[in-house]
């Protein structure tokens, strides 16, 4: 009974920032690396951030580094998506996984003036 719940997407203007959240329940959080998708329409899904199970190492897709800083705290079950200086291009629906095999329901960005 995995469950994540992602939340805090909206409609921001370009240069714009947001925070996401997924909420876990249903496995031990604590020791699961935790990753962030998105996916477009019309487009292939894709690996934005991912962060370790104590938050010590983290990594992004080329077109989000520096912009984006992904997080944890596992006292709350809940890994965040820090998401800065947006562009039109990060318009998507955004999934946070555990390992690949579960997914929450996603939340919608869109950037646009």
């Known amino acids: 009974q995995v469950q994540l719940v992602e939340s805090g997407g909206g409609l921001v203007q370009p240069g714009g920032s947001l925070r996401l959240s997924c909420a876990a329940s249903?496995?031990?959080?604590?020791?699961?690396?935790m990753t962030w998708y998105r996916q477009a329409p019309g487009k292939e899904r894709e690996l934005v951030a991912s962060?370790?199970?104590?938050?010590?190492?983290?990594n992004y897709a080329d077109s989000v580094k520096g912009r984006f800083t992904i997080s944890r705290d596992n006292a709350k079950n809940t890994v965040y998506l820090q998401m800065n200086s947006l562009k039109p291009e990060d318009t998507a629906v955004y999934y946070c996984s555990l390992r690949g095999l579960h997914w929450g329901q996603g939340t919608q960005v869109t950037v646009s003036s």
């Open positions: 249903g496995f031990i959080f604590s020791i699961y690396a």
């Open positions: 962060i370790t199970s104590a938050g010590g190492s983290t």
